[in-house]
């Protein structure tokens, strides 16, 4: 079983930045891929960043050019850097783990993210 717990979320002006962590209780080496999700309330959950274990990433279309996703195996954490932040970028930002064929496998228990126009 492994815990991922984000950390770094927070009320910030629009066009600022913030940095998300998402740190494993183990080795993130031995999992299938890391991710990013996203959900504002009364919507969807929504990709917003995957990684795989060879560092491929992959953006969800709102945030491509402004969002980056790394990880630092040596810290079993990844990342998130969120740049020219927006007001609909407001949302609960979850760390996911492990992708499998029923899904993602492990769930963090998110952390917020607020946008101020």
């Known amino acids: 079983q492994v815990q991922l717990v984000e950390s770094g979320g927070g009320l910030v002006q629009a066009g600022g930045s913030l940095r998300l962590s998402c740190a494993a209780s183990?080795?993130?080496?031995?999992?299938?891929?890391m991710g990013w999700y996203r959900q504002a309330p009364g919507k969807q959950r929504e990709l917003v960043a995957t990684?795989?274990?060879?560092?491929?990433?992959n953006y969800g279309d709102s945030v491509k050019g402004r969002f980056t996703i790394s990880r630092d195996n040596a810290k079993n954490t990844v990342y998130l850097q969120m740049n020219s932040l927006k007001p609909e970028d407001t949302a609960l930002y979850y760390c996911?783990?492990?992708?499998?064929?029923?899904?993602?496998?492990?769930w963090g228990q998110g952390t917020q993210v607020t946008v101020s126009s």
């Open positions: 990684i795989s274990s060879g560092g491929t990433t």
């Open positions: 183990g080795s993130i080496l031995s999992l299938n891929g």
């Open positions: 996911a783990g492990d992708i499998r064929v029923t899904g993602w496998a492990y």
